[in-house]
């Protein structure tokens, strides 16, 4: 999907860190990253982070070095840090 269209304050105002207190108190986030993400930058995902922590959120945040948007590189890494995350909060 391509925002190339949206104006950056709709952007802005769609972004998590703006809401980020709605998030559920007892529901674990798990975030995972790439730092060469062109398309979504990783300072995002770290005010992300600053915004749950502030905010007493259960969350783990994974920056992944030279990861793209799609996490090419790490694709088996990816899995596994998904999987194991669901099987330690949801089980």
């Given at each position: 999907?391509?925002?190339?269209?949206?104006s950056?304050?709709?952007?802005?105002?769609?972004?998590?860190?703006?809401?980020?207190?709605?998030f559920?108190?007892?529901?674990?986030?798990?975030?995972?990253?790439?730092?060469?993400?062109?398309?979504?930058?990783?300072?995002?995902?770290?005010?992300?982070?600053?915004?749950?922590?502030?905010?007493?959120?259960?969350?783990?945040?994974?920056?992944?070095?030279?990861?793209?948007?799609?996490?090419?590189?790490?694709?088996?890494?990816?899995?596994?840090?998904?999987?194991?995350?669901?099987?330690?909060?949801?089980?």
């Open positions: 999907m391509a925002f190339n269209n949206e950056p304050s709709e952007l802005d105002r769609r972004s998590a860190t703006k809401w980020s207190e709605k559920c108190q007892t529901t674990p986030l798990l975030i995972v990253h790439g730092t060469s993400d062109t398309e979504v930058l990783a300072s995002h995902s770290l005010e992300l982070a600053i915004k749950l922590y502030e905010n007493k959120k259960i969350f783990r945040l994974m920056l992944l070095e030279g990861g793209d948007h799609n996490l090419s590189n790490f694709n088996q890494v990816y899995r596994e840090s998904v999987k194991n995350w669901f099987e330690r909060y949801l089980k």
